[in-house]
């Protein structure tokens, strides 16, 4: 046999019969629209209809039968699954019928069956496409109508009972997935809607109960299981105001991820996402220029240090987004670094896209990169950064954190590269750890070298992002899951938070700012309380606060303050186009004593020295050392002064 010859499919026994039930029973429909728009004509008086209207209408029958399957073959009334039967099936269904009640008239009228002396009254014909209209619809969306009915009645004794928050056009589409759906087991009980004007109309057959003040009543009275929030316009002020209500019914909450899920048409039970504690927080998403970054982003070769951490991978998504010439990903743990490659391969195939394991801390390697590639931008995101593991592995972070970052920012100061971008925090402000001393030694590095080369050297500084690597978020889940407790440092801790998404545009917004030397402050909004943040995440997880989860409190960790600072008081506040972007002024210090003080931080480092913050504290004068003060000795001026060929390099230099 030719493999290139059409398979045969074999014969559907089921499908022939469905089809020939329907034909018939379309014959009978047309034969009683028929009978029924001649009686109502005469009002059901039989013996009133004159038989030279009656004789041509019985004998054009088998003419306007066989017409009228032909034109309900052509509109796929006998192909279609009426199981799942929308506006497009009844659309053809009306359409059909209406042209079967003009084949009517056509026929009636030129075609004079049987002698006929006179047209047959007008009425008929519109009454005959009403009947046939209903006929038809009865047949191809009764079925529909008892599958959901058994549906209902099958999952009333194991079904999940639901309350819809919006009585708009999302949670229409949601209520009507649900009720059609043959495989959920959701039952919604009842809509909420702070509307007055839809309080006690229906959707979908479901009551609108009241406003937002009913909620919790009502989720006692239902016996609500879960609660779906389908309101993607609103405001996040909104949001938060209906969250803070529903997490105290004890039930699971979910919700649409955001207006362009409506837009695009994408709103169904498949995009509803459980609540997270990001949308407790109350504050409108960050608005950023995207013409801008594309602007300096589009075309060029961009590099990102720790990219497969969580704020590098995402600045590595959103970089990818903006159409780089060329996009670098370096980090050291092969693991993360294979994670973002696979997924930037697959959502921009045509990305170039080069993905390198190594550290910031070979300088031999750091070198050939920047050789090798020559990259025009630098996201430097790569450092420790978890606090508690640093006070313990305090040489670790100055090895890593300073001289990484000095490495890396030689590197690129010496191939011409034109914008350096390092990721700060707001730990560097009056520190009280050696994660966030490290971190203000780096901001006083990239200052420095931005006097000396035509790079344009800047830091970014934001505190705590939602979701990364080592924040609260994620081992609150995972003390949650294990059935607890919760534990919280201390009741009063706060931090300033924000998102990954929101905190990386702002940061690539900042280097489109980048004039060289300056420290970007974010503005995170207002600070949040860890203990809220805790109770929030229980109650979300349906879970009572103190008697399903309890909440312990540990103590301060080593290093650890009870809030966070995002600008030194000498520094000050410059305003930018972005009113959540902020430009520290810079504090003046003496460049000599520096790199001495640097020369002595190395050494002590490499040498493991147990007086390694007693170094860092001579450099960073507002960091707070506790414990034990140890003595360092000063050194006398003929140290050899650690400068890694800051001056060897005079065709980089700024004029």
């Not at 004007?197 to 979908?204: E, H, L, M, V």
């Not at 670790?396 to 100061?413: D, Y």
């Not at 203000?440 to 590095?445: S, T, V």
């Not at 913050?613 to 001579?618: A, C, F, S």
Request: hydrophobic letters at 40%; one cysteine or more; aromatic letters at 10%.
């Amino acid at each position: 046999m030719a493999t290139d010859k059409k398979e045969k499919q074999p014969f559907n026994v089921k499908k022939f019969y469905r089809r020939t039930a329907l034909i018939i029973y379309d014959i009978l429909s047309v034969i009683l629209a028929s009978a029924l728009a001649i009686l109502v004509r005469y009002e059901l008086q039989i013996d009133n209809i004159p038989e030279y209207f009656l004789m041509p209408i019985i004998r054009s029958l088998p003419l306007i039968i066989a017409v009228t399957l032909v034109i309900f073959w052509i509109f796929r009334l006998y192909h279609s699954l009426w199981a799942f039967a929308g506006e497009t099936e009844l659309q053809n269904l009306v359409i059909a019928c209406i042209l079967s009640g003009v084949s009517n008239v056509v026929i009636l009228r030129f075609f004079r069956f049987g002698g006929q002396t006179q047209a047959v009254p007008n009425s008929y014909y519109f009454l005959y496409t009403f009947f046939l209209i209903a006929c038809i619809f009865a047949s191809r969306f009764s079925y529909r109508f008892f599958r959901s009915l058994k549906h209902r009645n099958e999952n009333r004794n194991n079904s999940i009972s639901v309350m819809v928050i919006g009585a708009g056009e999302a949670a229409n589409v949601i209520i009507k997935e649900i009720l059609v759906s043959h495989f959920s087991t959701m039952v919604i009980k009842c809509i909420i809607d702070d509307d007055k004007g839809k309080w006690g109309r229906f959707i979908q057959g479901i009551k609108v109960v009241g406003g937002r003040e009913r909620i919790i009543e009502c989720a006692e009275l239902y016996d609500i299981d879960e609660i779906i929030v389908a309101m993607p316009s609103i405001s996040r002020q909104e949001m938060k105001a209906i969250l803070d209500i529903c997490k105290e019914t004890k039930c699971k909450i979910r919700t649409l991820p955001g207006m362009y899920q409506l837009v695009n048409g994408e709103v169904n039970v498949s995009k509803l996402r459980d609540v997270e504690v990001e949308d407790l927080l109350g504050r409108e998403p960050v608005q950023i220029d995207i013409d801008e970054i594309a602007g300096y982003v589009s075309g060029k070769t961009v590099l990102v240090t720790g990219g497969g951490g969580s704020i590098g991978s995402e600045l590595c998504r959103q970089i990818a987004r903006h159409a780089p010439g060329r996009l670098i990903i370096v980090d050291v743990y092969e693991n993360n670094a294979y994670d973002i490659q696979q997924e930037l391969r697959a959502e921009h195939p045509d990305l170039k896209l080069d993905v390198l394991i190594a550290s910031i801390r070979n300088t031999s390697r750091m070198n050939w990169i920047f050789e090798h590639y020559r990259p025009d931008i630098v996201y430097h995101a790569a450092a420790h950064k978890h606090v508690p593991l640093m006070e313990d592995s305090p040489c670790e972070a100055i090895k890593n954190n300073v001289f990484g970052t000095w490495k890396t920012a030689m590197a690129a100061a010496a191939n011409g590269t034109e914008r350096f971008v390092m990721i700060s925090t707001d730990k560097a402000v009056n520190p009280t750890n050696i994660m966030g001393a490290s971190k203000r030694i780096c901001e006083m590095i990239i200052q420095t070298l931005n006097r000396h080369y035509e790079t344009n050297f800047v830091a970014v500084r934001f505190g705590n992002v939602l979701g990364s690597n080592g924040s609260v978020i994620p081992l609150f889940k995972r003390q949650i899951a294990a059935g607890g407790p919760v534990t919280v440092t201390d009741p009063n801790i706060i931090r300033y938070f924000m998102t990954i998404p929101e905190a990386v545009s702002l940061v690539l917004q900042a280097g489109a700012y980048a004039k060289g030397g300056e420290i970007f402050v974010l503005d995170m909004g207002e600070p949040v309380r860890i203990l809220d943040l805790a109770e929030n995440l229980i109650k979300l997880s349906g879970y009572r606060v103190g008697e399903d989860i309890r909440i312990e409190f540990t103590g301060l960790r080593p290093g650890e303050k009870l809030y966070e600072e995002m600008l030194m008081s000498e520094e000050g506040l410059k305003e930018t186009a972005n009113r959540q972007i902020h430009i520290g002024q810079p504090i003046q210090f003496d460049e000599e004593q520096f790199f001495v003080q640097l020369n002595r931080l190395k050494a002590a480092a490499e040498s493991e020295s147990p007086d390694i913050r007693e170094y860092v504290r001579k450099i960073v004068p507002t960091y707070t050392v506790k414990g034990n003060q140890n003595h360092v000795h000063e050194q006398d001026s003929t140290d050899t002064v650690f400068t890694e060929g800051l001056a060897l390099q005079p065709d980089h230099a700024r004029g």
